[in-house]
């Protein structure tokens, strides 16, 4: 049974830091490229960050490019968002995301239950 279990999350205040984490078991993690979604209230999820298998390449959404930075460690089968100056606009529950492609268009996709970052003075 894969799972995927984020931690981290918490309140901070405008320009504080935190650090995400997910731990993966349950799948071959380093064949998945692993991605941080962020849903906030009344909009849609969107993708904040995602790293290949081999932590090789990263991507970013412009809004958090500087400021946050994607990691995975696939001796711990886990993936890391460290967020830095923190905005309330960057409040949200935040996802972890493990996708496998294998070929012909197919592809299995993991979620996590989310981790709630809220962004207050």
């Known amino acids: 049974q894969v799972q995927l279990v984020e931690s981290g999350g918490g309140l901070v205040q405008p320009g504080g830091s935190l650090r995400l984490s997910c731990a993966a078991s349950?799948?071959?993690?380093?064949?998945?490229?692993m991605s941080w979604y962020r849903q906030a209230p009344g909009k849609e999820r969107e993708l904040v960050a995602g790293?290949?298998?081999?932590?090789?390449?990263?991507n970013y959404l412009d809004s958090v490019k500087g400021r946050f930075t994607i990691s995975r460690d696939n001796s711990k089968n886990t993936v890391y968002l460290q967020m830095n100056s923190l905005k309330p606009e960057d409040a949200a529950v935040y996802y972890c995301n493990a996708r496998r492609e294998w070929g012909s268009g197919i592809a299995t996709i993991y979620w996590g239950q989310g981790t709630q970052v809220t962004v207050s003075l």
């Open positions: 790293i290949t298998g081999a932590g090789d390449s990263t």
């Open positions: 349950g799948l071959a993690f380093s064949s998945n490229a």
